[in-house]
């Protein structure tokens, strides 16, 4: 007898700790890949986040677990331990948008929370973080056309091929060039969104390439491109760069000698944070919309780029790590049918 209330008892106390909403969360991040400065700021960003959560009380830990080469089976063994494990909530970058749906079924069928951002799933029961990757294609096309009303030939790098990502920045791309007919892309790369490899690639296929006016990208490939071209000897065309460091600084080191102008986007690594936030307040009962869309975030213009350069590490990528407050907002207003609150400074 003295065992079954001991029991209950204990039962009791932690329902009423988890109701005043003083646990503390268990929280996963499982990250497909980390080769890029933009996952490492990524992984950064969700550091500072975790950090911050662990002062206040909210959680308990927030470890970070990346598999080692964009395997979906390993990403979901990694998602079935973490169940077994017994997270409350497993935040996700996944290495495929459908293959991770069933192990991620069974995260949920056991209670756990899971949100899933930048290379979001498909399983519609998951907390699904949407970032509207296709407007990073048609922004670039759509600048490359009022820029070069007459036409020309384009050089398009690829991310990591089979990514949900690099099959809607080239849709968002092919799409929009429907209302550009003097454009044409000549060619394609494959960068997968680093610097080093694009530069490659790009050194690669300039022999055969005619002359071409701009060069679309998908964020870690621009000063590759830049790189490429300039090792070549040929004239550098518009680069569209993706908010990294080494970018946003060639950008500013062309336009401070000849008044080089292009823009720069790429998702905020610092989308972490929000996927973050939004678990936690899953887990306190608060009424979270399964889908949410973000915007990638864009510099469009020098002062922006001067103002990005001088808060980015060098190595790193233009970011914003997001607060639990701002996040909270950012619920109401997409709720209320409204645009998420401004970026915080």
Same mark, same amino acid.
């Given at each position: 007898?003295?065992?079954?209330?001991?029991?209950?008892?204990?039962?009791?106390?932690?329902?009423?700790?988890?109701?005043?909403?003083?646990?503390?969360?268990?929280?996963?991040?499982?990250?497909?890949?980390?080769?890029?400065?933009?996952?490492?700021?990524?992984?950064? +960003?969700?550091?500072?986040?975790?950090?911050?959560?662990?002062?206040?009380?909210?959680?308990?830990?927030?470890?970070?677990?990346?598999?080692?080469?964009?395997?979906?089976?390993?990403?979901?063994?990694?998602?079935?331990?973490?169940? =077994?494990?017994?997270? +409350?909530?497993?935040?996700?970058?996944?290495?495929?948008?459908?293959?991770?749906?069933?192990?991620?079924?069974?995260?949920? +069928?056991?209670?756990?929370?899971?949100?899933?951002?930048?290379?979001?799933?498909?399983?519609?029961?998951?907390?699904?973080?949407?970032?509207?990757?296709?407007?990073?294609?048609?922004?670039?096309?759509?600048?490359? $056309?009022?820029?070069?009303?007459?036409?020309?030939?384009?050089?398009?790098?690829? $991310?990591?091929?089979?990514?949900?990502?690099?099959?809607?920045?080239?849709?968002? =791309?092919?799409?929009?060039?429907?209302?550009?007919?003097?454009?044409?892309?000549?060619?394609?790369?494959?960068?997968?969104?680093?610097?080093?490899?694009?530069?490659?690639?790009?050194?690669?296929?300039?022999?055969?390439?005619?002359?071409?006016?701009?060069?679309?990208?998908?964020?870690?490939?621009?000063?590759?491109?830049?790189?490429?071209?300039?090792?070549?000897?040929?004239?550098?065309?518009?680069?569209?760069?993706?908010?990294?460091?080494?970018?946003?600084?060639?950008?500013?080191?062309?336009?401070?000698?000849?008044?080089?102008?292009? =823009?720069?986007?790429?998702?905020?690594?610092?989308?972490?944070?929000?996927?973050?936030?939004?678990?936690?307040?899953?887990?306190?009962?608060?009424?979270?919309?399964?889908?949410?869309?973000?915007?990638?975030?864009?510099?469009?213009?020098?002062?922006?780029?001067?103002?990005?350069?001088?808060?980015?590490?060098?190595?790193?990528?233009?970011?914003?790590?997001?607060?639990?407050?701002?996040?909270?907002?950012?619920?109401?207003?997409?709720?209320?049918?409204?645009?998420?609150?401004?970026?915080?400074?």
């Amino acid at each position: 007898m003295r065992k079954v209330l001991l029991a209950l008892l204990l039962t009791a106390l932690a329902l009423g700790t988890a109701a005043s909403g003083e646990k503390k969360w268990r929280i996963a991040l499982s990250n497909d890949y980390a080769g890029n400065s933009w996952r490492q700021s990524m992984i950064s +960003d969700w550091k500072k986040a975790a950090e911050t959560a662990i002062q206040k009380g909210l959680i308990e830990e927030a470890p970070i677990f990346t598999t080692n080469e964009s395997s979906a089976a390993e990403q979901a063994a990694q998602i079935q331990s973490l169940i =077994i494990e017994g997270y +409350d909530a497993i935040v996700l970058n996944a290495a495929s948008a459908t293959a991770l749906n069933s192990v991620v079924q069974e995260a949920l +069928d056991a209670g756990i929370v899971v949100v899933s951002f930048d290379n979001a799933i498909t399983n519609e029961n998951a907390w699904r973080l949407i970032t509207d990757f296709e407007f990073m294609g048609r922004t670039q096309i759509e600048y490359v $056309g009022k820029r070069f009303p007459n036409g020309g030939s384009l050089l398009e790098i690829r $991310g990591l091929a089979g990514t949900y990502v690099n099959d809607a920045i080239h849709k968002g =791309i092919v799409d929009t060039l429907a209302k550009y007919p003097k454009l044409k892309v000549v060619a394609e790369v494959y960068g997968d969104w680093t610097a080093s490899v694009a530069q490659k690639a790009v050194a690669g296929i300039l022999p055969s390439l005619p002359e071409v006016v701009g060069v679309v990208t998908q964020g870690g490939d621009g000063y590759g491109a830049v790189k490429a071209f300039e090792a070549a000897g040929k004239p550098i065309p518009l680069v569209l760069m993706g908010n990294r460091y080494d970018e946003l600084e060639i950008w500013k080191e062309l336009h401070d000698k000849s008044g080089y102008e292009t =823009i720069s986007l790429s998702i905020a690594p610092g989308a972490s944070t929000i996927a973050f936030w939004e678990a936690i307040e899953v887990l306190n009962g608060a009424d979270v919309p399964k889908e949410i869309r973000l915007l990638p975030l864009v510099i469009d213009t020098v002062a922006k780029m001067e103002k990005a350069i001088k808060v980015t590490p060098k190595g790193g990528v233009a970011t914003i790590v997001y607060s639990q407050e701002w996040v909270q907002q950012m619920i109401a207003n997409f709720k209320a049918g409204k645009l998420p609150p401004p970026d915080p400074e």
